[in-house]
């Protein structure tokens, strides 16, 4: 298992800042994921952070509005900018061992309002 | 590309009765199924997985799936549930050769009453 923390756990921000939401891990993993929770949605996936290299977007979102760093084995950063309304969600983290364990592990969250 | 249908937003239930929570995939290509749970105000947990083998598979806090290939079904049961077992579940598959990456349900509201 894993102990995943993300910072901050909630904000509030006007339209048209950015916020950079760290997530930690407490052991080095294969992969990282960040996803999107929207009120009283399923999670969507939005990218998969890869370490050393450009991270790899899902359909419907792009590196200019989600911009994502891993510059290590343990840690990584998801941007959401030039935020707006639309935005507010709960953004998660995950994590996957790999070696064919197939098991994702979650962050606590980071519950984001847009005014 | 794979898809997930639970039917059913929200599920009330007495406490101590038993319950099941239905999910069915959609996919071109043999799957991994999983069940989340997310209790309020916090992240996810996985309650369960189905990888390959045995199609009955017993999770954590008395749940268990079983893996319908012929009808694309993953449903969780548990025979009684508790006042704590209140949470949102998520059905989640991800394809054989898309490893890691998941695809989710829109959730199913398990609202336990005493």
């Known amino acids: 298992s894993a102990v995943i923390s993300q910072k901050p756990s909630r904000d509030i921000c006007q339209r048209g800042t950015s916020l950079t939401i760290q997530c930690q891990v407490d052991s080095q993993v294969t992969m990282m994921f960040w996803y999107r929770q929207q009120p009283g949605q399923s999670l969507t996936l939005i990218a998969t952070a890869n370490q050393g290299s450009e991270a790899t977007y899902e359909s419907g979102f792009v590196i200019d509005k989600f911009p994502i760093s891993r510059p290590n084995l343990t840690f990584s950063t998801l941007t959401v900018s030039n935020m707006s309304p639309e935005d507010s969600s709960i953004y998660l983290c995950?994590?996957?061992f790999g070696q064919g364990i197939y098991e994702q592990y979650f962050g606590p969250g980071t519950r984001l309002t847009v005014t | 590309a794979q898809s997930v249908t639970q039917l059913d937003s929200q599920v009330p239930v007495f406490e101590e009765a038993p319950v099941e929570l239905r999910c069915n995939y959609s996919s071109s290509v043999s799957v991994y199924l999983f069940w989340y749970v997310q209790y309020p105000n916090q992240g996810l947990q996985l309650l369960l997985k189905?990888?390959?083998?045995?199609?009955l598979v017993k999770g954590i806090n008395g749940f268990e799936a079983e893996f319908n290939k012929s009808q694309t079904s993953f449903h969780l049961r548990k025979p009684s549930v508790h006042i704590s077992d209140t949470a949102e579940y998520f059905c989640a598959v991800s394809g054989w050769g898309a490893t890691n990456k998941l695809i989710f349900g829109t959730g199913t509201l398990l609202a336990v009453q005493p």
């Open positions: 189905y990888l390959s083998g045995s199609t």
């Open positions: 995950s994590v996957d």
